[in-house]
């Protein structure tokens, strides 16, 4: 295949839930060439250069297979990170914070669903693999969200005087009115 059958296949795989860029599949092409992964053919009559998998870029494709994803190297949670500063962030309500997102991810969540079922594709297995991690994935959220909300209600924010001030300045301050009290 060349590139742009490449990014269509993956896209139709998955549903076309995460786009693919196409300078991307073609700089990744590249670099599997220079690894002889892949090697080019001779070029097509429309002027497309098809690339195709070698033997040792069959082993590398058998050996990603069979290695379980490390999650160790997780991707920054950017709402765990949200809800972590909205507690140590004056004047913020966390519990309406965990509201607005539980209302978002339950929305999404029910799009996923609507999308699964209104699918023309019943056989289509990979994409709805794929649908069905991104519900596994909010409904997990929701959960997590539902925890944060009863840690709330069981251990309440931090008052004010728990909370880490943001500069030396306010260290200061804060030690002055702690010493006040």
């Known amino acids: 295949m060349y590139g742009y ?12 839930t995460w786009p693919l860029n196409i300078g991307q599949v073609y700089t990744t092409l590249s670099r599997l060439e220079r690894d002889k992964l892949v090697c080019p ?4 009559g429309t002027g497309q250069r098809p690339y195709e998998i070698t033997d040792a870029g069959r082993a ?3 050996l990603w297979f069979a290695t379980p994803i ?8 950017e709402l765990a990170i949200k809800l972590a500063l909205a507690l140590t962030t004056p004047g913020v309500d966390v519990g309406a914070v965990v ?6 991810t339950v929305r999404t ?8 079922h209104r699918t023309d594709r019943p056989a289509d297995l990979s994409w709805r693999l794929v649908v069905d991690a991104m519900v596994f994935q909010a409904e997990a ?16 924010p931090p008052s004010v005087s728990e909370k880490t ?16 009290r």
Not at 41 to 44: G, I, M, T, Y
């Open 5 to 16: 059958q490449l990014r269509v296949t993956f896209e139709e795989s998955t549903g076309g």
């Open 41 to 44: 053919l001779a070029e097509s």
């Open 60 to 62: 590398e494709l058998a």
């Open 70 to 77: 490390s999650h160790g190297d997780r991707p920054r949670d």
């Open 99 to 104: 509201q607005t997102q539980r209302t978002a």
């Open 109 to 116: 969540m029910q799009e996923y669903t609507r999308l699964k």
């Open 141 to 156: 959220e929701v959960r997590w969200l539902d925890h944060c909300e009863v840690s709330l209600l069981r251990y309440g």
């Open 165 to 180: 001030p943001v500069s030396e300045q306010e260290a200061g301050d804060e030690a002055e009115r702690e010493a006040a």
